[in-house]
């Protein structure tokens, strides 16, 4: 199993290790001479002092490329980043998730695969598994291994109910993720079976959270907070440090992907916050989601026209940047707004909001009592 890949991203080249934060820039010579490196070829000197200055851990002296470094073909596509919905299922049913119906549904096992090397083929290097939750389709294990064995870094955003499983840490174990995220709904068994309206969840969280740090995953917590656990935010955070493990807060709440503004109601109010300005974001032209049926979309919120991998193959990615120039687009109740040069939300998301007839408050300056006047 490779410890590097070598990969061209974006407009750049990398040397990337699973399970690793660290990586390098490779000058363009450098990665063409890694692939026309003979597998059974010794790794250059150049490589070899590169990798021990960013991996002390990792020898490769004398050892044969093949064995350790897997070299990414250049795509003709320019993805470089995907998000993955392997399936909407989930063994729990928070109250805030915008996913709506959990509906354990999705492609055989053959379309997953295939849509895989499409996505491999296409350039992507970095790959968000996701769900529902991930863990508990029956294909994660090998679709996980399939995707590692591409040569795409992986980073599994999970509740971390099954982390505890043997069959999972070992496969992490064997195939390194890029990043462990774990999503915190509650300090305390109370808050956090409420949330997620399943007893027994906060016990299955702290026995996957225990054999995930015992194991040393690359691990990061989303720290959740809604109208339930919102008086538990300090202590939320408190947990992350004592357990050593970066953090980062979530607050706004979003309408479900039918356009169900139900969800809403777990927003805490007084942890709305202001989303940065809106510059603009490369979606559909660098990066793409899929959800469980292979149907491609520019990003996890603008999902109004997908591109079905399964049935077009690679060539529908040449319609992606198109549909996302049409969807980011200042039209509908947002024409002729006088705040749209400083608004902080995309298109599509304003869109989703309106469509789930949401408060103002909860994604337009024209909602809140501290706006710039208009």
Same mark, same amino acid.
């Given at each position: 199993?490779?410890?590097?890949?070598?990969?061209?991203?974006?407009?750049?080249?990398?040397?990337?290790?699973?399970?690793?934060?660290?990586?390098?820039?490779?000058?363009?010579?450098?990665?063409?001479?890694?692939?026309?490196? !003979?597998?059974?070829?010794?790794?250059?000197?150049?490589?070899?002092?590169?990798?021990?200055?960013?991996?002390?851990?990792? !020898?490769?002296?004398?050892?044969?490329?093949?064995?350790?470094?897997?070299?990414?073909?250049?795509?003709?596509?320019?993805?470089?980043?995907?998000?993955?919905?392997?399936?909407?299922?989930?063994?729990?049913?928070?109250?805030?998730?915008?996913?709506?119906?959990?509906?354990?549904?999705?492609?055989?096992?053959?379309? /997953?695969? =295939?849509?895989?090397?499409?996505?491999?083929?296409?350039?992507?290097?970095?790959?968000?598994?996701?769900?529902?939750?991930?863990?508990?389709?029956?294909?994660?294990?090998?679709?996980?291994?399939?995707?590692?064995?591409?040569?795409?870094?992986?980073?599994?955003?999970?509740?971390?109910?099954?982390?505890?499983?043997?069959?999972?840490?070992?496969?992490?174990?064997?195939?390194?993720?890029?990043?462990?995220?774990?999503?915190?709904?509650?300090?305390?068994?109370?808050?956090?079976?409420?949330? %997620?309206? =399943?007893?027994?969840?906060?016990?299955?969280?702290?026995?996957?959270?225990?054999?995930?740090?015992?194991?040393?995953?690359?691990?990061?917590?989303?720290?959740?907070?809604?109208?339930?656990?919102?008086?538990?935010?300090?202590?939320?955070?408190?947990?992350?440090?004592?357990?050593?493990?970066?953090?980062?807060?979530? %607050?706004?709440?979003?309408?479900?992907?039918?356009?169900?503004?139900?969800?809403? %109601?777990?927003?805490?109010? !007084?942890?709305?916050?202001?989303?940065?300005?809106?510059?603009?974001?490369?979606?559909?032209?660098?990066?793409?989601?899929?959800?469980?049926?292979?149907?491609?979309?520019?990003?996890?919120?603008?999902?109004?026209?997908?591109?079905?991998?399964?049935?077009?193959?690679?060539?529908?990615?040449?319609?992606?940047?198109?549909?996302? !120039?049409?969807?980011?687009?200042?039209?509908?109740?947002?024409?002729?707004? /006088?705040?749209?040069?400083?608004?902080?939300?995309?298109?599509?998301?304003? /869109?989703?909001?309106?469509?789930?007839?949401?408060?103002?408050?909860?994604?337009?300056?024209?909602?809140?009592?501290?706006?710039?006047?208009?």
């Amino acid at each position: 199993m490779h410890a590097l890949i070598a990969s061209p991203f974006l407009e750049q080249h990398v040397l990337v290790r699973p399970g690793s934060r660290s990586g390098a820039l490779l000058p363009e010579e450098r990665y063409e001479a890694l692939r026309a490196l !003979d597998a059974a070829a010794p790794a250059p000197a150049w490589l070899t002092d590169a990798v021990r200055e960013h991996w002390e851990d990792l !020898d490769v002296t004398g050892r044969p490329a093949g064995d350790f470094l897997l070299v990414r073909q250049p795509s003709t596509w320019g993805y470089s980043k995907a998000s993955w919905e392997v399936n909407l299922g989930c063994n729990y049913a928070c109250k805030h998730c915008y996913l709506g119906l959990k509906v354990n549904s999705g492609m055989p096992w053959k379309d /997953k695969r =295939r849509c895989l090397d499409l996505m491999a083929e296409a350039g992507v290097l970095w790959l968000q598994v996701t769900g529902g939750e991930p863990t508990i389709d029956k294909d994660f294990l090998r679709a996980y291994r399939h995707a590692f064995e591409l040569g795409m870094m992986l980073t599994v955003s999970t509740n971390g109910s099954l982390l505890w499983r043997e069959n999972i840490l070992r496969l992490f174990e064997e195939c390194p993720p890029y990043r462990v995220t774990v999503s915190l709904y509650g300090a305390t068994k109370a808050s956090y079976d409420e949330l %997620t309206q =399943r007893p027994g969840a906060w016990d299955l969280f702290v026995q996957g959270m225990n054999a995930a740090r015992r194991a040393r995953l690359p691990l990061r917590m989303s720290v959740i907070v809604t109208e339930d656990n919102a008086h538990q935010e300090a202590a939320m955070i408190e947990l992350c440090r004592r357990w050593g493990v970066d953090h980062e807060v979530y %607050t706004n709440m979003t309408p479900t992907i039918y356009g169900g503004g139900e969800v809403l %109601t777990a927003q805490s109010k !007084d942890h709305l916050s202001m989303r940065k300005q809106f510059t603009g974001c490369n979606a559909g032209h660098t990066f793409f989601h899929m959800d469980p049926h292979g149907l491609v979309s520019i990003c996890k919120i603008g999902r109004d026209e997908q591109i079905s991998l399964p049935q077009e193959g690679i060539g529908g990615f040449a319609r992606l940047g198109a549909i996302a !120039d049409r969807l980011m687009l200042r039209t509908g109740g947002c024409s002729g707004c /006088k705040l749209s040069g400083s608004c902080t939300v995309c298109r599509p998301l304003a /869109k989703h909001f309106q469509e789930a007839k949401a408060p103002l408050a909860a994604y337009c300056q024209h909602g809140r009592e501290d706006r710039v006047n208009a």
